[in-house]
């Protein structure tokens, strides 16, 4: 599709159009064009992308239009979550016919501590740590099958995010804004919401690595509530709104006068523009993470806390346009439960469920639901055994679960997501995706189909070759779209 | 294969790099009516030839030929040749030159028309897409061979040996003569392309924006004012060039073009993710920047930079040691979790970096489109798998220099001394400890879970909270890994293995059959003997009598005056306890390095802690103190083998350490090269690469040179040179530049001043007409490209224009915003690759992970954020502000100076008036927290297009 700097080729998008005249139409080559997408490319200057987040439309029509991606770190438990294995729980205690390696030593089945139960009319069990969530079940799409590679967080974490798990790739919010740029120019096209700090591998989850620095994800610490610490430069502290803009408005009058001697060009257009646009940023910006304008039923709705502020911030962020965005759990690895399982499970779900309930239903009350792709999952799942103690590794407590990459779930919603159904299946206990076995790159795949793109030709250019989100796997799984 | 291009066939010049720009180059064809049907016999261009043989031919073999080729001839119809194709089968013509619409073979394949083809399986689109540019091309088809058979990689080398334009020999092209006045060899060459299309060179620009250009261009900073009146003033003929030598003699120079390589060398401050929290740090790499900082203020000669950064250990190091910092080239990427990724990214960077060779791409398999077998990536791949870091980077700097030292050294080598001291004291006390309480261990071996009975019993003399979990632990584990050990364990296993409630009396029995076995050798005898005298009535009291044994043979050996033995020599009879005692791995014998494994927490607290405080000292060694980040070649090379599918547990065939055959001679049909023998062959390979006759090395770097003066290179793919790369429209400059490189000593600063004296470097930067009509990308170069300023040069320059740049040069890197604000140029700020400010990624600097061959230039309302709001611009606004109103009182005086100053030339009435007003009016909302109505009015003139852009 492009290649290393599109902006660059000796025939440039404006250069062709004058030579082939009429050509393009006659031959029906328009619609080739259109595929790859060169006719959305800057269409003002050749030598310049100007602003590369202008919204871009995908290669075929998707009905994702955004996304948020809950990112429960760490590896939440499908088995204790959204896997329902009424066999695990017969056997609690007793050695499974098979243990599959995964990081550490793991001993007996350990049964579910948490109650399953069927909810809306598709009747799937879901566990009583979801029951706010469970409540959407009939707009739920829960992938069972999700198998990685490794069973240890750092190249999980890569491969979740970046589609590779050991070298620099650029990560999926930022391939996808890259497709489709942004819709609001006043809001970073890419947040990545995480509380308290980074998780795991820090910013590498949202590099854009070889693809152009706007791609990456903008982190805000959602730790904090004042805006100058959630977004960097976007407030001043010696002048006032009023004070900066009659700065701009001085500033445009000398690129006025400046253009009047250098001629028009669309470089300095751009960047003239770019200032009212950060002037709007910085509105828009405050305005956005400012939850307490919302009225107190929808502050009630969401819960107290941290996750429920950033999940209300996350509904506020796609409202407005931004494209992606992804809502870490919280820094480090918060689900990675070695001990204490049903303690901290439960802690951590009571954070995050009532939020996400609420974030369904009112994505869905304002009509977003339906072009809002909600994802929900971690690197890996976890282990239907008992992790066993290690000097070092765990507390040894012999209540916890080891990581599973064997095997774990994932659920999307809305966005073109065929509600209402399990897809595939891991074996009786939970071991090991054996129905169905969805990889994280088709699950990628998947991805980009919602929103519109053929994943193996979402391609950049980089170092003499193609790369793409996919590398050279994935399959779209299409019984996962609602068709 | 001809190299010309005929003016007319301008698209077709661009190479087919993407399926889109295939399009584009049909659509060109067709709509220009040029779709005639050529003779079977007519000559095709080396890049239509190059497009049959890389996208058309593995094609037709792959999913045509089994039916239709010399096998079969399905419905009549082969493919194997062109004549063949023209022809067709029973059905009529498979195609029809220039015609892929109407033609069969596309309507088929599109499965548009009466047959679908192939029959299983249809082709993907861009198969489909490429097979009709063919046809539209009229069916490019090598003349000498007419059948259609798969290349050999020899014959594939030898096809880009002999096609690919990058891959030729380095000459001097011919100068043209050319109708407008021109100054120099270079211009002709311009101009002469210029005059194909009735074009001309812009005017030459007026000395303020010359000035201007030149300095942002080579030191990244504004001119003086000064300066500035001083060479407008200047009418002397080579005024001019005198300006030219004196911008490169200025140490900025250096600073400024050394940013240039740290994007080629993916150059940061860190290591990347590191486990456990380690410190990432790579505290020397600052070396390596200043190392290339000083080599371009030198004007080291380009060849001998590539031969320092990859084998100054081989060449002769001068007293103060400084080249070896050279080889941070090498080491300063990404350290990756697994080491052959590492590998990886030293041999791209070496590979891309120097050459525009993507080797990289056959790690996994061989290159799809260049001549370069996986073979030959594993022999680079060998070269720098047998480098290695050593214990100890050298210390940089004259041995007076380095004295002053002494005292960090002193203090580091006593904490290295207390940190073994305090080893070795909790190593005797853990021992001591060990051996003073067999009986209180063993017995909570053998009654696991048991504290409150072993605590009861006469013997022991630990209390529970004196017993060491992880000295339990040891003994444990050493029993059970010694589960036949034959004295002491096996027959104390068969003791344990009686249940409890018969124990006392089926344990005598087994005590009485031991002592009349025959082999009861193997039981040691005076275990034997003392279960005999006194035969354990429960199975705790086995501990007991274990550990009197034990205490008894460390006594043995005391009083024999070997208290530690740790040789496994046993000068004292022994009848096998001894052995078991003392062997390798029993806790009564553990060595040092095992320490950890047996201290208590709170030991391990303080050895950790002294620990930490010599890696901080390590890391943060006294500022002076530098040392080069090298490698080494290891000791015992080891040969490298092929990793099937990058695998490195599938290894195939041998990779001798060599040089890529596609740039090694081929000669009667075999690649001429000889494997490196000198240690791991890095000086044979930078000899390779910086030789006059390596095709690629000086095309690449004045390629990357002519980018930072142009801000657009003349190869569009500064790091991919490879077949996929199409000759550039300005070859002949390319050239030019490559063959004068070479011949002055390629000197870097020589071709600076070739291509800056020129006249076409000196042209406006005005659109004109007709050229923006015909020529609207600039490629011909009529005009000279206006330019904005990367981040490092606006930051800079905003510190230089406030007064506060502190042009110290060299050092340790310093964070450049923050709490504390840095005034040192950009090049010395901190790059943490592991999580890179923000603000450098909004400014398009290139991820320090990888190679970068250009930067990316965007326009985000980030940036303005910065501009208007950073603390930083303030406080650049704010100086500004008082320099200007030291002296002046009056506005418009200010306003005069702000822009001189700033832009080096005084403001107009216009200009004045708008300032005053802003001024004025600004002063009547001020109050005292704001910034004052002069300072933001100098950051108004700071983020104004004529401050961030070169004309």
């Known amino acids: ?483 | 294969m001809s190299l010309v291009h005929r003016p007319n066939d301008f698209a077709i010049m661009i190479r087919y790099y993407t399926r889109l720009l295939l399009t584009w180059i049909t659509t060109f064809i067709l709509a220009c009516g040029s779709a005639d049907a050529r003779t079977e016999d007519e000559t095709f261009s080396s890049r239509q030839l190059d497009f049959f043989e890389n996208r058309i031919r593995p094609l037709l073999i792959q999913h045509c030929l089994e039916c239709h080729g010399p096998a079969k001839s399905e419905n009549g119809l082969r493919l194997d040749s062109r004549s063949a194709i023209l022809q067709g089968g029973d059905s009529g013509p498979a195609a029809i030159a220039g015609m892929p619409q109407d033609s069969m073979l596309i309507q088929s394949i599109s499965h548009a028309g009466d047959y679908d083809m192939p029959p299983n399986k249809k082709l993907e689109d861009q198969e489909i897409s490429a097979l009709s540019q063919w046809i539209a091309m009229s069916l490019p088809w090598p003349a000498k061979r007419p059948e259609l058979k798969e290349l050999t990689p020899i014959e594939k080398i030898h096809n880009h040996q002999t096609q690919h334009w990058a891959f030729q020999p380095v000459t001097s092209p011919a100068i043209p003569e050319v109708k407008q006045p021109a100054r120099s060899a270079l211009d002709r060459l311009v101009i002469a392309n210029l005059e194909t299309k009735k074009l001309s060179l812009s005017p030459r620009a007026d000395r303020r924006t010359l000035i201007r250009r030149a300095t942002f261009d080579l030191t990244g900073l504004p001119p003086t004012f000064e300066q500035v009146e001083k060479f407008t003033g200047d009418t002397s003929p080579d005024a001019y060039e005198k300006l030219i030598d004196r911008l490169l003699a200025s140490p900025a120079y250096g600073e400024r073009w050394a940013r240039h390589w740290l994007d080629i060398a993916r150059y940061a401050d860190t290591s990347g993710y590191t486990l456990d929290n380690k410190d990432n740090r790579y505290p020397f790499a600052f070396s390596y920047r200043d190392y290339v900082i000083d080599s371009l203020n030198n004007d080291l000669p380009y060849n001998d930079f590539i031969r320092e950064q990859l084998a100054a250990d081989y060449l002769d190091i001068p007293e103060d040691k400084k080249s070896l910092a050279a080889l941070g080239f090498i080491s300063v990427g990404r350290k990756y979790l697994a080491r052959p990724d590492t590998i990886d990214d030293q041999v791209d960077v070496v590979t891309r970096g120097l050459m525009g060779l993507t080797v990289s791409c056959a790690r996994c398999h061989d290159h799809k489109y260049d001549a370069i077998p996986t073979q030959d990536y594993y022999s680079l791949y060998g070269i720098f798998n047998n480098n290695e870091v050593p214990k100890e980077l050298p210390l940089l700097g004259t041995p007076q220099q380095r004295t002053q030292f002494q005292d960090y050294f002193n203090s580091l080598k006593k904490r290295k001394e207390q940190a073994q001291a305090l080893r070795n004291k909790h190593y005797d006390l853990r021992l001591k400890h060990i051996r003073s309480n067999f009986s209180d261990y063993i017995a909570h071996v053998i009654a696991p879970g048991q504290g409150d009975l072993i605590a009861s019993q006469p013997f022991t003399k630990l209390t529970k909270s004196e017993v060491q979990s992880n000295i339990v632990k040891q003994w444990r584990s050493f029993f059970s890994k010694n589960r036949n050990e034959p004295t002491v364990v096996k027959p104390t296993l068969a003791l344990l293995a009686i249940p409890d409630d018969q124990f006392a009396w089926k344990a005598k029995l087994q005590i009485e059959e031991w002592e009349k076995s025959p082999d009861r050798q193997a039981l040691a005898k005076k275990y034997l003997k003392r279960l005999i005298a006194q035969p354990p009535q429960t199975k705790i009291e086995l501990a007991n009598i274990i550990g009197q044994l034990f205490s008894e043979t460390i006594s043995a050996w005391a009083e024999a005056g070997s208290p530690q033995p740790r040789t496994g020599n046993f000068p004292l009879p022994d009848d096998g306890l001894a052995q078991f005692v003392f062997a390798k791995k029993s806790p009564a014998n553990f060595p040092l390095n095992e320490l950890d494994n047996y201290l208590d927490p709170d030991a391990k607290t303080a050895i950790q802690n002294i620990d930490k405080e010599i890696e901080k000292l390590n890391n943060h060694p006294p500022d002076q103190l530098a040392r080069a980040m090298v490698i080494q070649d290891k000791s015992n090379l080891t040969q490298t083998r092929v990793m099937i599918r990058g695998n490195q547990h599938r290894r195939g065939d041998v990779a001798p350490r060599q040089f890529v055959a596609v740039l090694s001679p081929l000669e009667n049909g075999e690649i001429k090269r000889e494997p490196f023998k000198n240690k791991s062959g890095r000086l044979e390979l930078a000899d390779k690469i910086a030789s006059p006759d390596n095709p690629l090395t000086a095309r690449v770097f004045v390629n990357r040179v002519w980018m930072h003066h142009f801000s657009k290179p003349l190869v569009n793919t500064p790091s991919d040179f490879g077949i996929r790369c199409s000759p550039p429209v300005q070859s002949a400059l390319l050239d030019y530049l490559a063959s004068e490189f070479m011949k002055n000593n390629w000197s870097i600063k020589h071709l600076h001043k070739t291509i800056m004296l020129s006249d076409t470097y000196c042209q406006t930067s005005k659109d004109r007409l007709p050229c923006t009509g015909i020529d609207p990308e600039n490629t011909l170069l009529w005009k000279m490209n206006r330019r904005r300023l990367e981040f490092e040069s606006l930051r800079d320059s905003m510190l230089a224009v406030s007064g506060q740049l502190d042009s110290r040069m060299h050092g340790k890197p310093e964070k450049l915003f923050g709490a504390v604000q840095s005034r040192r140029k950009t090049i010395y700020g901190e790059i943490d690759r592991q999580n890179l400010p923000g603000i450098y990624r909004v400014f398009d600097l290139p991820n320090p992970d990888q190679s970068a061959a250009k930067r990316t230039r965007t326009t985000v309302p980030q940036q303005s954020l910065f501009m208007i709001n950073s603390p930083f611009v303030a406080a650049q606004a704010n100086h500004l502000m008082k320099n200007v109103s030291k002296n002046n009182e009056i506005p418009l005086d200010q306003i005069k100076q702000l822009y001189r100053i700033l832009f080096q030339r005084d403001p107009t009435l216009l200009e004045i008036e708008v300032g005053s007003q802003y001024i004025n009016s600004a002063q009547l909302s001020h109050k005292p927290e704001n910034l004052s109505p002069l300072a933001s009015y100098a950051q108004v003139l700071l983020c104004t297009n004529e401050f961030e852009f070169i004309d």
């Open chain 1, 1 to 483: 599709m492009q290649r290393e700097n599109n902006n660059e080729s000796s025939l440039s998008r404006r250069n062709l159009l004058k030579r082939c005249g009429t050509g393009l139409a006659a031959l029906g080559l328009a619609g080739i064009l259109h595929d790859d997408r060169m006719l959305h490319a800057s269409t003002t200057a050749p030598d310049e992308a100007l602003n590369p987040l202008l919204a871009k439309p995908p290669h075929f029509r998707g009905k994702a239009k955004r996304v948020i991606h809950l990112f429960m770190n760490g590896g939440p438990s499908h088995v204790d979550t959204f896997d329902y294995k009424p066999e695990l729980q017969k056997r609690d205690g007793q050695k499974l016919p098979f243990t599959l390696k995964t990081e550490r030593k793991t001993g007996v089945a350990l049964a579910s501590p948490f109650k399953f139960k069927q909810y809306g009319e598709s009747g799937i069990h879901v566990s009583e740590l979801f029951h706010h969530t469970a409540q959407h079940i009939d707009d739920i799409a829960v992938v069972n099958s999700m198998h990685a590679d490794v069973p240890n967080h750092e190249p999980s974490l890569l491969l979740m995010n970046c589609g590779e798990s050991r070298l620099v790739r650029p990560s999926v919010g930022s391939w996808i804004t890259y497709g489709l740029g942004t819709e609001n120019q006043n809001l970073p096209g890419y947040i990545a919401l995480c509380p308290g700090g980074y998780p795991i591998k820090d910013t590498q989850n949202w590099q854009s690595a070889f693809l152009p620095g706007v791609f990456q994800g903008t982190h805000v610490d959602t730790k904090h509530k004042s805006i100058e610490k959630l977004i960097e430069h976007v407030t001043n502290a010696q002048l006032t709104r009023q004070q900066q803009r009659q700065q701009l408005n001085t500033l445009n009058r000398l690129n006025q006068i400046h253009r009047e001697q250098a001629g028009t060009d669309p470089v300095l257009e751009a960047r003239i523009q770019s200032y009212e646009l950060a002037f709007r940023m910085q509105m828009e910006a405050t305005d956005v993470f400012d939850v307490s304008q919302e009225p107190q039923h929808v502050l009630d709705a969401y819960g107290k806390g941290v996750n429920a502020r950033q999940l209300l911030i996350a509904r506020r962020l796609v409202e407005r346009g931004v494209r992606y965005v992804q809502v870490w759990h919280g820094h480090g690895q918060p689900w990675d439960n070695h001990d204490d399982l049903e303690v901290n499970h439960r802690r951590l779900a009571g954070e995050c469920d009532q939020g996400i309930g609420a974030l369904l239903s009112d994505l869905k009350q304002r009509g977003l639901l339906d072009e809002t792709l909600v994802i929900w999952g971690g690197e890996f799942g976890r282990t239907p055994v008992v992790e066993l103690p290690k000097a070092g590794s765990n507390a040894g407590k012999i209540n916890g679960r080891d990581h599973n990459h064997h095997g774990f779930t994932v659920w999307m919603a809305g966005g073109g997501v065929k509600g209402g159904q399990t897809y595939g299946a891991t074996d009786e206990f939970g071991f090991k995706a054996t129905e169905n076995p969805v990889h994280v790159h088709d699950l990628h795949a998947t991805m980009l189909q919602l929103l519109g793109f053929n994943h193996k030709k979402l391609t950049y250019r980089y170092a003499g070759r193609d790369f793409r989100l996919t590398d050279v796997h994935g399959n779209v799984i299409h019984d996962l779209i609602d068709s």
